[in-house]
């Protein structure tokens, strides 16, 4: 059972489509719903594989730099990232927004809790630099994007200008726990069980999937921002993350909200926090 449960959390089916699986993200809105001018790109992977990518320029005639936006477990461009893209977008920014593998246009049906996410971070900072985009290069992820942003500065040498990390969660296996708390189900030892059987089927230990760890290799600027009340990570863990990221850093609370996209609980407090960080990038 856990072994099909680890599966199911792990793997996404296509729409109309009855598998184990969730139901795979899809990109439901374009840019242009929203107001925003928008080029798709492909970064090829290999021969079979890609991420999907929309490039939406600055709203100002001189860009202030690029963000890459990230999404978070089960999300997609279109339905996490277009609400930042259009703050990032009237602070002067150009702004690259990616589908991880399994989700929206790219390529794939799974998704590896940011483990394999992070290489796809890589990929994009390399094509980002390769393109020569407009620095400051700001890395900015929701929940698992933000531990997938975590683990590539760690793992895959990225090397940003800034990070702005929103929602992450702190261990993987405590990921899962509060989440089985939430449906009110034991932690043990039905957290461990999912997070080795997925681990086997996609070839990483998650019991080490710990962006905690992760910031500690973070030397760039960071933002990192969290719901008082998130019902999968608490305060002291992101209290945990912060204090282990060991360049400039800042710490922005939302007091009324818990695990939901920040700039659409409270736009105004978001952008502000979001553009007083970034002016001293």
């Known amino acids: 059972m856990s072994y099909a449960g680890a599966y199911a959390l792990t793997h996404f089916s296509a729409p109309g489509h009855i598998g184990l699986g969730l139901p795979r993200p899809t990109n439901s809105r374009r840019p242009s719903d929203v107001g925003l001018e928008y080029v798709t790109q492909r970064i090829s992977i290999n021969q079979n594989e ?9 709203q100002r005639s001189v860009s202030s730099g690029t963000v890459l936006l990230f999404p978070g477990n089960g999300g997609s461009k279109a339905k996490q990232l277009l609400a930042p893209t259009a703050v990032f977008h009237r602070l002067g ?18 998704t590896t809790l940011g483990v394999r996410e992070a290489k796809d971070v890589a990929l994009t900072m390399n094509y980002a630099q390769r393109s020569s985009f407009q620095r400051p290069l700001i890395l900015y ?35 899962v726990r509060s989440r089985l708390r939430a449906i009110r189900l034991p932690t043990f030892p039905i957290a461990e069980m999912l997070v080795f059987w997925g681990g086997i089927q996609h070839r990483f230990n998650g019991f080490m999937h710990n962006p905690v760890t992760y910031a500690k290799q973070v030397q760039c600027p960071a933002l990192l921002l969290h719901g008082k009340r998130d019902q999968w990570t608490t305060v002291a863990e992101i209290n945990q993350i912060f204090q282990n990221l060991p360049g400039s850093k800042e710490l922005a609370i939302f007091p009324n909200t818990g695990h939901s996209l920040l700039v659409t609980v409270d736009q105004e407090h978001w952008q502000q926090r979001v553009d007083q960080f970034l002016q001293g990038v």
């Open 50 to 58: 890609w991420l999907e990518t929309w490039f939406i320029p600055a």
């Open 93 to 110: 920014y150009d702004a690259l927004l990616i589908d991880f593998r399994g989700v929206g246009g790219s390529s794939g049906n799974t």
């Open 141 to 175: 992820g929701v929940s698992m994007g933000s531990a997938a942003i975590l683990k590539a500065v760690a793992h895959e040498k990225v090397n940003p200008d800034a990070v702005i990390l929103e929602l992450p969660f702190a261990r993987l296996l405590d990921a």
